[in-house]
């Protein structure tokens, strides 16, 4: 683990917005920023902290293959 202190309410709402609604858009993480009022470099920066601290393990989609047939 690197010098991870925790999550903070920007980290948790980030974290959620990967989770939960990550824009499909070309640029994904200048969308994130602009919602949440930071940089992209800052999204950036933070995304890989929590990953690096295990917190977030890895960035993929998941499918329904149900719904997909």
Not at 18 to 45: H, M, N, Y
């Amino acid at each position: 683990m690197s010098d991870f202190d925790g999550l903070d309410d920007l980290d948790r709402e980030l974290l959620n917005a990967v989770q939960w609604d990550f824009p499909l858009v070309p640029v994904p993480f200048a969308a994130l920023a602009q919602r949440l009022g930071i940089s992209e470099p800052e999204v950036r920066e933070r995304i890989q902290r929590v990953k690096d601290a295990g917190v977030l393990r890895q960035l993929s989609a998941i499918f329904d293959t149900r719904a997909l047939g």
